[in-house]
């Protein structure tokens, strides 16, 4: 008796070859149009006029203060960012208290608002006009049109990187092993350091990336409170934008080269992260 012939079997998850290469082809077009050659545009015109020039640009006083002030923003913003997103994060995922989704909508704040909207945010606050200016200036302090307005406007539109990386890390892990760890006699600091951060270190870094790579590119919130004075308060973003203000587009074109470095930078950790950690980290990229 012949055996019957078996049925072919599709598997409805897998789509046909010339649909999935159509997509990869429209995807690596669509990144080549509106990434990969602006980049390199940019940096053809960075060094169009030579390595010299290129150089020149970016020696200068107003360049290198842009660049100092940039770092110093990120490298107070980021560790900030990173403790406070520890604790919201613990806080969302281990307590359960009375508006708590509130307080995940909030965290998501600076994602839906325009970041120059919070920069006037804070003009009504520390400006003349503002709630706090009869204190700032009784005690002499100065906040807008200066460094700690800056640092406070990246601090707004950085905050959620880091907490929202960690919050679906955190609730996916549980807290069966912190528990076992406290029955144990473990203490609050021997729990975090020996349970708790070696499950989120990958997550946090991967948001600790995010945060510092837009605290150096942020522009919006930064323009609208650093009142944009030469060799005080512009960042990268704000002395480029005034050098291709007054025409000098290579001098801009320079100084995007160096701010497209240092997220080539970031992109090159996060990269070597998800080759390494991709598994750890997958449970945490629902937003990027």
């Not at 409805?12 to 997509?23: G, I, T």
Request: charged content about 15%.
């Amino acid at each position: 008796m012949a055996e019957p012939a078996k049925a072919s079997f599709h598997d409805p998850l897998r789509e046909p070859a010339w649909l999935r290469l159509l997509l990869i082809l429209a995807a690596v077009a669509a990144m080549g149009l509106l990434v990969l050659l602006p980049l390199a545009m940019v940096l053809g015109a960075a060094f169009g006029s030579g390595f010299k020039v290129w150089w020149q640009a970016l020696a200068t006083p107003d360049a290198r203060s842009a660049l100092k002030l940039t770092l110093l923003t990120a490298a107070i913003v980021i560790p900030v960012n990173a403790g406070f997103g520890l604790l919201a994060a613990w806080a969302l995922t281990r307590f359960t208290f009375r508006g708590k989704r509130v307080l995940l909508a909030l965290i998501d704040l600076p994602f839906a608002v325009s970041p120059v909207v919070a920069g006037l945010c804070l003009v009504l606050l520390f400006g003349s006009d503002g709630w706090f200016h009869a204190l700032l200036q009784a005690h002499d302090i100065k906040i807008l049109f200066a460094r700690p307005g800056i640092v406070l406007a990246t601090l707004f539109v950085t905050f959620p990187f880091v907490v929202r990386e960690l919050v679906p890390l955190m609730q996916q892990q549980g807290a069966d092993e912190e528990l076992a760890a406290r029955s144990l006699g473990a203490g609050a600091w021997t729990m975090f350091r020996r349970v708790t951060l070696p499950n989120i270190k990958w997550g946090l870094l991967y948001g600790v990336l995010l945060c510092g790579a837009r605290a150096m590119g942020e522009f919006g919130a930064v323009s609208v409170v650093s009142g944009h004075i030469r060799g005080m308060t512009n960042t990268l973003p704000l002395h480029i934008e005034i050098l291709y203000n007054e025409f000098d587009a290579t001098a801009a074109f320079a100084v995007a080269s160096l701010l497209a470095g240092l997220s080539l930078v970031t992109l090159v950790l996060k990269f070597w992260l998800e080759a390494r950690h991709g598994d750890a980290l997958a449970h945490s990229h629902r937003r990027h």
